[in-house]
């Protein structure tokens, strides 16, 4: 665990962009997209923050082609299921201060960089972060028919929660997890996309960390504003 490549380091930040102009398309229709984000009324986490219900179910063009071609590639029996994709920056600012704070309050000796780095082994710092450019996918394997899967944790846990089971190679998990993980990373990973290996569920291509991963001089998707309606 300890040469994983966090997303703030330096190696990833310093990686420009150089946008290719691919727009932001919904999901819906084309993926099974979850409700996991849903409050009991049914309104997602971007509702809840002044945004269209539907922001979670944006992706690049590119990534979504690429997801499909992963979905066929599963084999008989299995599908993914959408639980998040673009996220505005205004959104993607206060869930990475949030959890900082939440992360201050537990372990009140850390450095504002040791801070930094710790919330950035689940939540992207705002400059980096691939889910403003409707480059990073959040999902999970389910059944032909939308049944859940041991994945060894749920979507977006925590480090803290889930006792570090959340990273992709956790040794602490099911053999039945482990082999649903290799299902879900032999087929996305053929499809061209990087896992970011703190969260098993994470999943990108075309920003920096993919750029990092790949050794691409440049990341393809910067931040885009929500697209109008």
């Not at 990686?15 to 984000?37: C, H, K, S, Y």
């Amino acid at each position: 665990m300890h040469d994983i490549v966090l997303i703030s380091d330096r190696r990833v930040t310093s990686i420009g962009v150089q946008e290719n102009g691919e727009p932001l398309v919904d999901v819906r229709g084309v993926l099974a997209v979850d409700g996991t984000l849903a409050d009991p009324d049914g309104a997602y986490t971007a509702a809840r923050e002044g945004l269209p219900d539907d922001a979670h179910a944006y992706l690049r063009e590119g990534v979504v082609a690429r997801l499909v071609d992963a979905q066929r590639a599963l084999p008989p029996g299995y599908r993914l299921l959408v639980v998040e994709g673009y996220r505005p920056p205004a959104l993607q600012q206060r869930i990475f201060d949030d959890y900082t704070e939440e992360l201050r309050a537990a372990f009140p000796h850390m450095s504002a960089a040791e801070l930094r780095a710790a919330a950035s082994r689940y939540v992207s710092p705002i400059e980096v972060a691939p889910h403003t450019a409707g480059a990073a996918v959040d999902l999970t394997l389910v059944t032909e028919d939308g049944g859940p899967l041991d994945m060894g944790t749920r979507v977006n846990a925590t480090p803290e929660e889930s006792d570090g089971a959340c990273y992709t190679s956790a040794a602490g998990i099911s053999t039945e997890a482990r082999d649903h993980r290799k299902i879900l990373a032999a087929a996305l990973e053929a499809a061209g996309l990087v896992n970011y290996p703190t969260e098993w569920w994470h999943w990108s291509y075309g920003d920096r960390y993919w750029s990092h991963t790949t050794n691409a001089p440049a990341a393809l998707y910067g931040p885009l504003p929500l697209p109008s309606r």
